[in-house]
């Protein structure tokens, strides 16, 4: 896809906009539940403030947020204490949620898709890119901590 924007958000969006039309469309099972609504809401604000939170550290870190430029700081604060990605985290739990608020079963499949879409097209060259940039002391954090939670 030469071209394309390749960033995470744009992943995400495409995926809920899946969620949507499968929840429509091809529901398998469906059922709203005001329970499973709310939990699902309070999912996705979480997960939005997981986002913004740790996307905060770039900005106080004066680093490149952009996937696939080389990183001039190594982030190991706040949420980078938790996970190694605690902004494609936040965006899986949007997502969790938004299937959650469809109360659709079909959407469902979708969380492991885009865990896998993360990992492989971003957290992976990820890794790499640390490990290049900061030698040993990224080799101690990939091991220090855990790629999701």
């Known amino acids: 896809m030469k071209g394309f924007p390749d960033l995470p958000p744009l992943w995400l969006l495409l995926f809920m ?3 949507w039309l499968l929840a429509r469309f091809l529901p398998l099972v469906s059922g709203v ?9 309070l999912l996705a604000c979480v997960g939005v403030l997981f986002v913004f939170w740790a996307a905060l550290w770039f900005w106080k870190k004066k ?13 190991v ?7 190694r990605n605690p902004i ?13 608020w469809l109360g659709a079963l079909s959407p469902a499949f979708l969380i492991p898709l885009i865990l896998a879409v993360l990992t492989v097209r971003f957290a992976v060259p ?5 490990l290049e940039a900061f030698g040993e002391e990224g080799q101690a954090y990939l091991k220090a ?3 999701w939670l």
């Open 63 to 75: 680093t490149t947020i952009e996937p696939h430029h080389t990183p001039g700081t190594l982030i």
């Open 33 to 41: 539940d005001p329970l499973m609504q709310r939990l699902g809401v």
């Open 17 to 19: 906009g899946l969620a």
């Open 145 to 147: 901590t855990r790629r």
């Open 77 to 83: 604060e706040g949420p980078y204490r938790l996970s």
């Open 88 to 100: 494609y985290l936040g965006m899986v739990l949007i997502l969790s949620g938004q299937v959650l």
């Open 126 to 130: 990820e890794e790499r890119a640390l």
